[in-house]
């Protein structure tokens, strides 16, 4: 089955087919570099992440890029107000953003460019735009002439008509018409600048993105992706650049992630529900952040809150319970119970998966499938079937999906199976040596780390509370 995307610049969903055969060039805007990140900024990071590592599993060769915005005007005034220099404080929030993603389980792009490291190339970018007739200079700030590219407006579905209404001239801008946007700024007293052919300054924002995918991974690309936010104007305006320069289209496909709301409202620092991701890893495991993220689809809406979360946790938890009960059965002597309806059944699970991830990446529909293999495999459990090689391929394909989703399906930080079974039998001869308060004292040990000992006719049985 071929895979579906929604394609924004189509307002539909598409087959993918790449523009070569078994590899994807695919670029996600990355973050301006001025504070840790939001919970709205991990949610690109998240979602975008899974698509990647779904289009491995699938057997591409995907090449990802994910920029830094590593010198702006938020990133100035922020060095100004904290008395740090512009370099010291991107590289200090990058790293920073390297470890909160870590945290999320998002490996890292194959590269991750910057600004500052790619000036030559977007000076060179901006002075053939500007031989083509569809940029100008303006006493040291160059502009794009939007009204030159005809199809401006194509990704948002706006007419440069409608757009033009609601567009006004800034007091202090240099630009012929309100649609037109800067590519080239002169530097003010004082800012961080670079030497061009028009004067010390620096980039505009659009015209970073451009640039890097021109240089990394041509001038077309399979898919372009980046939050709801960047539609417009930060993507509309990218493709007008790269599309006026390159006379070719910049990316087959465009992926855009959903809003996040905090309780149900707009997240902004004046509001007080600015969520820093840095802090709510304090609070909350990582996993389960990232978990929340994909039970909803990257294109919905999703509303954050302290409650979500913490269902969230308890859905990952009862996932967890039921991979360790299958670790535990597995570990056990008896090998019993019919087999070949069983691993059909828990076969048919992973095309399911397979079948609601290919439908635009449903992380959503894809969760829900793990959720009834796990009450498939709670269901064998009960009936105490003990077939090793159905115990196995239930943990396996559990495994397989939590490795495709990047999802921890086994807990983490806990006492292991194997030093349980060493407790146990240490038990045991500490019984029969009739050592009872050693015995009481690795049964009680054990139930403060969550683990349950039942003593059968059978032998010791164990499960985690």
Known sequence: MAIKLYNTLARKKEEFVPLQDGKVTMYVCGPTVYNYIHIGNARPAIVFDMIRKYLEYRGYHVHFISNFTDVDDKIIKA??????????????????????????????????PRVTETMPDII????????????????????????AFKEYGKLSSQSINDLQMGARIEVGEKKKDPLDFVLWKEAKQGEISWDSPWGKGRPGWHIECSAMVKKYLGDTIDIHAGGQDLAFPHHENEIAQSEALNEQKMAKYWLHNGYIQINNEKMSKSLGNFVL???????????????????????????????????AKNSLERINTTT???????????????????????QQFKETFITEMDDDFNSANGISVLFDLVKSANRYLQENHSSKQVLQTF???????????????????????????????????ARKERNFSRADEIRDSLKEQGIILEDTPQGTRWKRD
């Open 79 to 112: 060095a100004q107000e904290l008395g740090e220099e512009v370099p010291s404080l991107a590289e200090r929030f990058i790293e920073a953003y390297f470890e909160d993603i870590e945290a999320l389980g998002v490996k890292k792009a194959d590269l991750h």
């Open 395 to 429: 943990l396996d394909t559990i495994r397989e999906i939590g490795t495709v989703l990047d999802i921890s399906v086994e807990a983490k930080d806990e006492i292991l199976d194997e030093e349980i079974e060493r407790l146990i039998k240490e038990r045991i001869e």
């Open 277 to 311: 991701v840095h802090d709510i890893i304090q609070k909350h495991r990582p996993e389960v952040i990232r978990f929340f993220m994909l039970q909803s689809h990257y294109r919905s809406p999703l509303n954050f809150s302290e409650e979500l979360l913490e269902s």
């Open 324 to 346: 360790n009960n299958l670790k535990h059965r597995l570990n056990e002597s008896a090998d019993f119970g019919e087999i070949k309806n069983w691993v059909e059944t828990v």
């Open 124 to 147: 060179e970018f901006i002075e053939a735009l500007i031989e083509k007739g569809y940029a100008y200079e303006a006493d040291g700030d160059v502009y794009f002439e939007t009204k």
